[in-house]
C-alpha cells in the first residue's frame, strides 16, 4: 500500500512544461495516453513522481475550516505516490522541495493534498497557506521550514 499526495495548480501548463518545473533537466518518460509523464524516483527521493494534465478538475477534501473544494479549468497535477516503507521524514523533505520549486516558478493558484482527502497546502488570490499544521507539518519539521507560513 502507497501514500498518496498530488499538487494540482490551476490553468493550461503542459505536462511537458510542470514536469521540467518540478524536475529540471530530467526527462520524465511518457505515459500511453500521452498527457501524462512519469518517472520512478524510489531509490533517490522515496517516491514515484507522475505530471499530468486535464479539464473539469474537482477537489473536495477536509481543510482546517472544514470542506474545502476547488475546480480548476483546466489543471495540472503532479503526484507522488510513496512507499510505506521509505522514511517518512526523508520523503516529506524531498516531495516539499519539488513542490516549493513548482511554488516558486509560476503564479498559479494550487492545491496539494494527501491521500485524496487531507488539504494541507492552498495558494489563493497570490497567498499560500498551510492547511494540518499540528497534524501533518509539524511531524517534518525539515519540510515545514522550506514553505514559508
Not at 513542490?99 to 488570490?125: F, H, I, K, P, Y
Amino acid at each position: 500500500m502507497s501514500l498518496d499526495y498530488r499538487l494540482t495548480l490551476s490553468g493550461g501548463t503542459s505536462a511537458e512544461q510542470l514536469a521540467e518545473r518540478a524536475l529540471p533537466g530530467v526527462r520524465l518518460e511518457p505515459s500511453q495516453t500521452g498527457s501524462a509523464r512519469a518517472i520512478n524516483l524510489v531509490e533517490t527521493n522515496g517516491f514515484g513522481l507522475s505530471v499530468r494534465t486535464g479539464r473539469n478538475g474537482f477537489i473536495d477534501v477536509v481543510s482546517d475550516s472544514g470542506s474545502f473544494e476547488w475546480e480548476p479549468d483546466p489543471y495540472a497535477a503532479v503526484r507522488f505516490t510513496v512507499d510505506k516503507s521509505a522514511d517518512p521524514v526523508w520523503v516529506a523533505t524531498n516531495m516539499i522541495t519539488i513542490v516549493r520549486r513548482v511554488l516558486e516558478s509560476g503564479s498559479e493558484e494550487a492545491a496539494l493534498v494527501a491521500n485524496s482527502d487531507v488539504l494541507l497546502l492552498t495558494r489563493l488570490d497570490g497567498k499560500l497557506v498551510k492547511h494540518h499544521q499540528a497534524t501533518w507539518w509539524a511531524h517534518y519539521p525539515a519540510a515545514d521550514g522550506l514553505i514559508p507560513g
